[in-house]
């Protein structure tokens, strides 16, 4: 009997150094996908993911950036989702982090291998051109990856506190399990720094992102809705779970409907993954979750969310490696020692 999968797809900053490489090692086989998304690029003049994915060193300031990065995790997650064997896995949802949610739309048949790439890759060079502010995130969970009441305390009061100043600009980006990621201006971004309590890991402010998920890009929807017409959106094949908790069903929705959440409140309103999740695994009762490469960073927020929300009694990080020691829970295909529990 095939295992009920709910897919993940990834977003931004998840093609890093150890990545480089991704489509060469893991990938060599499907140059379909790799072809139809470095023919989009041609268009523009860009470099190639494959030469990208195939340079000798990683290069931030070449491989970072959201008009390379993006295309490079879009071609690594559909080569990864084209691999999952469907002899054993019923894919019954789709949902993502953030950028993910195109990769989702791509995933579940409502834009097609073509129309995601232009979508992501459009979206990715505006945003490397007019992009403004940026991100930061922040820890909110203790030790055992339960969520920290004191932590969710502080980020209320930080909310409060920042509409009392003035010429500064604080906003939630991302509701990404254990952790908060912040939107805000250069100014906003200064001042979290200087409040957020620190570890030898957070608050990190992320590199080459601007302000997503929030106000501060209210104006790139002009801008994106130019380069992307809603021809490129269709009816679907699987249910997408959007950034509010939203299921998109098959044939159950309009183009403009998805269309105007796509190219608006997805790039302005908060995304919350951690209610994607929780719906997700609620709604279509998954065995198994699959987490899409590259990199390996989303495979702690999705088990946090899944903690939080006690799915299936889930309980903590502790309950999770036992139970993940028995029979797998969570495959993320980017970690070599995981991918090959969802290939044929």
């Known amino acids: 009997m095939k295992k009920r999968a709910l897919v993940i797809c990834p977003g931004r900053g998840t093609y890093n150094a150890a990545e480089l490489g991704y489509l060469r090692t893991h990938h060599a086989a499907r140059g379909d996908i790799i072809a139809t998304v470095d023919a989009v690029r041609a268009t523009k003049g860009q470099a190639t993911v494959a030469q990208l994915d195939s340079a000798d060193t990683y290069a931030p300031s070449v491989h970072m950036t959201g008009d390379n990065a993006s295309a490079l995790i879009y071609a690594c997650a559909m080569a990864d989702f084209a691999a999952i064997d469907r002899e054993r896995y019923e894919i019954v949802a789709i949902t993502g982090n953030s950028m993910g949610w195109y990769l989702a739309l791509a995933c579940a048949g409502i834009v097609d291998l ?23 995130v922040w820890s909110i969970v203790d030790d055992d990856w ?9 980020v209320s009061d930080l909310l409060q506190e920042v509409q009392t100043v003035s010429n500064i600009k604080v906003h939630i980006s991302i509701r990404l399990g254990g952790m908060i990621v912040f939107a805000a201006d250069d100014a906003g971004l200064k001042w979290l720094m200087e409040r957020l309590p620190k570890d030898d890991r957070f608050p990190l402010k992320l590199m080459h992102h601007a ?9 790139i929807i002009p801008m994106v809705r130019a ?17 509010q908790g939203r299921i998109w069903s098959p044939r159950a ?6 269309y105007d959440y796509t190219l608006g409140a997805q790039l302005t309103d908060s995304y919350d993954f951690t209610r994607a999740v929780h719906v997700a695994a609620a709604e279509f009762a998954p065995d198994t979750i699959i987490v899409l490469g590259p990199g390996t960073t989303l495979g702690a927020p999705t088990v946090q969310a899944l903690i939080a929300s006690g799915w299936r009694g889930l309980s903590s990080k502790a309950d999770f490696q036992a139970r993940q020691q028995d029979e797998p829970i969570l495959i993320s295909m980017g970690m070599a020692e995981q991918r090959a529990w969802a290939l044929s």
Do not use: C, Y
């Open 211 to 219: 302000a997503f998920h929030s106000p501060l890009l209210n104006h």
């Open 114 to 136: 073509a129309g995601g790439t232009r979508l992501v890759n459009n979206m990715g060079g505006i945003m490397h051109e007019h992009g403004t502010g940026g991100q930061i």
């Open 253 to 258: 929705f309009s183009r403009a409907a998805i």
């Open 227 to 243: 380069e992307n017409p809603v021809g490129d959106f269709g009816a679907g094949e699987i249910p997408a779970i959007d950034g």
């Open 146 to 154: 339960k969520i920290s009441q004191e932590k969710m305390r502080l």
